[in-house]
């Protein structure tokens, strides 16, 4: 069975760092982008970026450039994305998702994750 | 960046009825670049339509996906009680990738 499978919830300060992961099983990990999605509490999904396992080519969308960073790991079939600053503002559950390619210029986000909830708070 | 409106932002329906929900973008996008995605509470979104109007692996026959350039629609015929949820309408011809705020979906 293809999956993600996203890691637990994680209560953090403002300041401190944080990496979580997605770990694929049951397709070819490295041959399929990862995108990572944003949302925020009763708010809608904003896009983080995207990552290429195999050549861990990385596209941010300019709101998070520079904010958090997308990794993968081949190895052990994992994408991670990190943060070494949180804010309060950086509480939201956080998707990963399988990028799929349709052809004639169609992508889709056809497997997700369920989801890793960060709060950020003193 | 380009917006994405989705109207209206609840839709009262009763099953067995047919839904119309509307994403229109602040500029042109490609057909190809336009997806629909479902939420339900609790649970990640679920790919319904890409390309406008290609519906996704198990998606039924009674969601349908139309339109192009600045408007665009999600049609459900014949509304189940499971097709109650938030539907996001998706954009990713032009950096920013975007997503409308969503249509909630409710039972009358």
């Known amino acids: 069975e293809e999956q993600l499978v996203q890691s637990g919830a994680e209560v953090k300060k403002p300041g401190e760092s944080l990496k979580i992961s997605c770990q694929a099983s049951g397709y070819g990990f490295s041959t399929y982008y990862i995108a990572w999605v944003r949302q925020m509490p009763g708010k809608g999904l904003e896009w983080l970026g995207v990552i290429y396992p195999s050549d861990s080519d990385t596209e941010y969308s300019p709101s998070f450039q520079g904010q958090v960073t997308i990794s993968a790991d081949t190895s052990i079939g994992t994408a991670y994305l990190q943060w070494t600053s949180l804010k309060a503002s950086d509480t939201a559950i956080y998707y990963c998702a399988r990028r799929i390619y349709y052809g004639s210029g169609s992508y889709g986000l056809d497997l997700w994750g369920q989801g890793t909830r960060v709060t950020v708070s003193s | 960046e380009i917006v994405l409106t989705q109207s209206p932002g609840t839709l009262y329906l009763s099953p067995g009825e047919s839904a119309t929900l509307s994403c229109r973008a602040s500029?042109?996008?490609?057909?190809?670049?336009l997806n629909w995605y479902q939420q339900k509470p609790g649970r990640a979104p679920r790919l319904l339509i890409y390309?406008?109007?290609n519906r996704a692996t198990g998606i039924p026959d009674r969601m349908s996906g139309s339109g192009s350039g600045t408007d665009f629609t999600l049609t459900i015929s014949r509304l189940e009680p499971d097709d109650f949820a938030v539907y996001f309408c998706?954009?990713?011809?032009?950096?920013?990738?975007?997503f409308g705020q969503g249509t909630k979906l409710e039972i009358k």
């Open positions: 500029q042109s996008v490609s057909s190809t670049s």
């Open positions: 998706h954009q990713y011809d032009g950096a920013p990738y975007t």
């Open positions: 390309g406008a109007s």
